[in-house]
């Protein structure tokens, strides 16, 4: 298993007859591995079945560079299977992975990039759409410590990681203004000894 790089995963493409992505869910409650594909038929890799399903990549963050930080998926829901799976037991912290599979001609798997290995951190359901918003081991640390070199929030307002879910519409990415909406618990910016001693919060210009 290789992991992601831009050049590799070109490469890959350019080489295969065709390619697909593969996705595996091992469910925290009960332990069952789910594992699909977005082929449209059954895919074997390295002896394991994963089955056609219907789900896109829908945005990601290359925040350390070249690995994939956080990742959201948008899974089918059309028979509402997916339904009671994440309503009937609390599935955040679930194992995931997402890999690239490079095929030949009788779409036999000939090489594979690991593009994502992390865990669940939330989920939403809407209409025939399930969002899976995931992100990597170390993408808490990062979120504490790192990122706080950054003096905004790099958080796009409202998503997965943002998680805002008020009634303002705007956000200005300073400490003060995540703190009036009682979300600090995700900000994502510098956090400075001054903001501890309340003279001045992160992200603030005086």
């Known amino acids: 298993m290789k992991f992601l790089t831009t050049h590799f995963l070109n490469s890959l493409k350019a080489e295969a007859a065709s390619d697909c992505l593969l996705l595996e869910i091992k469910y925290r409650s ?33 925040d350390s ?7 959201s998926l948008s899974l089918d829901n059309t028979n509402q299977e997916q339904t009671g799976i994440y309503l009937n037991n609390d599935e955040r912290n679930s194992s995931l ?11 036999a798997v000939i090489d594979t990039l690991c593009l994502f290995s992390g865990y669940l951190e939330n989920f939403e359901i809407e209409g025939s759409q399930i969002t899976l918003t995931c992100v990597s081991p170390l ?11 950054s003096a905004s929030c790099i958080n796009k ?9 008020g009634t303002d519409n705007f ?7 995540c703190a ?5 618990a995700n900000f994502r ?18």
Request: aromatic content about 12%.
């Open 65 to 71: 560079g070249t690995e994939i930080d956080r990742i």
């Open 171 to 177: 956000c200005n990415h300073t400490y003060t203004g």
């Open 30 to 62: 009960t332990g069952h591995v789910w594992r699909v594909t977005d082929y449209d038929i059954e895919i074997i890799n390295s002896g394991v079945a994963y089955s056609p399903f219907a789900f896109t990549v829908e945005d990601f963050s290359l």
């Open 97 to 107: 992975r997402l890999v690239f599979a490079a095929l030949d001609e009788k779409t």
């Open 180 to 184: 009036a909406k009682g979300n600090t």
């Open 157 to 165: 307002f409202r998503d997965g990681v943002c998680a805002y879910s």
């Open 189 to 206: 910016g510098g956090i400075t000894a001054s903001k501890v001693s309340g003279t001045m919060a992160a992200g603030e210009i005086k």
């Open 139 to 149: 993408f808490k640390t990062m979120k504490r410590t790192l990122n706080h070199f």
